[in-house]
């Protein structure tokens, strides 16, 4: 929908201050506040237009006006410049991802903390979704007599590798034999792929070295991280609850409700990340009615081209887009490439 250049203005206006006080604006406040060279009846009778164009609305008689969800979606698809972070919040995000962490789970947890202290909003962080991983190669490695080291490596680059005690009997060509039957199965199969019928076919192949074989799926079936897969993170849970618009108990009992369903936030993120890249939600435009009162900007992460899961902002509709869209791009980024890091071994 096209609007004029003054229009604009007092659109733009409206949301920030608005953004800013979460109290409806007048023609006055934006004639004083914001010097667009317009009178006050002029910008009355923009406000006036813009509301006929449902851009903006009046939450009771008498009072200023508000965004409405169309407001919201033009101004972020038209009209919003994104808000800089200052160098200690640049500094902050990348000193939570340069410490040596080894753990995908500790990582998540600092993503969650830093997500929610930096918007002031509550932060959702989805974990990696392995599953969707496939086993790329196995390879039985003899150490020394009685021990040998098992390496798996997944399509996504992860290399995980484990010391196992053997008897000592078995040799390099006993490992290499188990290694060729455990590729041949297991080759392109995700974890969740390996069925017990697939299974049952490996014992059967490898009667005689069950051990190993018990330890290697073993493996591949849960050290990879140290965290439930498909597991959501919530943090800043109060946040929203600090919000003018959640003082509403009937409103707050709502949504602390959903946020407790652990299935349906999955359900929330896994809409938005479809996708590489940020994705904003505003009101409406939210399927779920619990959180239509609310927005949400979510980012994929990932490794290369593979999408490994999501993080994302809730907030009210008369949320700072400006900045949790570049507070939340910004550690996206940071976590693919930590996560790169620690699923392909570097730490």
């Known amino acids: 929908m096209k609007m004029d250049e003054r229009k604009q203005q007092i659109l733009l206006a409206i949301i920030k201050d608005y953004i800013d006080t979460a109290e409806p604006v007048g023609s006055r406040t934006i004639s004083r506040r914001y010097k667009l060279g317009v009178s006050a009846a002029t910008i009355r009778n923009e406000m006036a237009d813009l509301e006929d164009m449902g851009f903006i609305e009046q939450p009771h008689t008498s009072a200023g006006r508000i965004p409405s969800n169309l407001g919201y979606r033009y101004y972020v698809d038209c009209l919003m410049q994104r808000e800089k972070l200052t160098e200690a919040e640049e500094g902050a995000i990348r000193n939570s991802y340069q410490d040596k962490v080894r753990e995908v789970g500790e990582v998540l947890n600092r993503t969650g903390r830093l997500l929610a202290n930096l918007t002031k909003y509550t932060a959702l962080v989805q974990t990696p979704r392995i599953g969707i991983s496939t086993v790329k190669h196995i390879q039985l490695v003899l150490m020394n007599p009685g021990q040998a080291m098992i390496i798996v490596v997944m399509d996504t680059g992860a290399v995980n590798h484990q010391i196992v005690s053997i008897p000592e009997n078995i040799t390099q060509e006993d490992l290499e ?84 369903q652990e299935d349906k936030v999955k359900e929330i993120l896994n809409q938005n990340n479809q996708e590489i890249g ?37 907030g009210p509709t008369r949320m700072d887009y400006a900045r949790v869209v570049t507070v939340v791009e910004s550690m996206a980024k940071n976590l693919s490439y930590t996560l790169e890091r620690i699923l392909k071994g570097h730490g």
């Open 177 to 260: 034999q188990i290694s060729r039957v455990l590729n041949a199965k297991l080759q392109g199969k995700t974890m969740g792929n390996i069925r017990m019928n697939l299974i049952k076919e490996i014992y059967f192949e490898l009667a005689k070295h069950k051990h190993i074989l018990d330890l290697a799926i073993d493996l591949m079936q849960d050290k990879f991280i140290s965290v439930k897969e498909d597991r959501i993170y919530l943090e800043g849970v109060f946040n929203i609850l600090n919000q003018p618009e959640f003082h509403n108990v009937e409103k707050v009992k709502v949504l602390l409700s959903l946020l407790e």
């Open 278 to 314: 940020v994705a904003i939600k505003i009101g409406r435009e939210n399927p779920q009615q619990e959180i239509q009162d609310c927005s949400m900007i979510t980012a994929t992460y990932q490794i290369g081209d593979r999408i490994l899961g999501t993080i994302g902002v809730l």
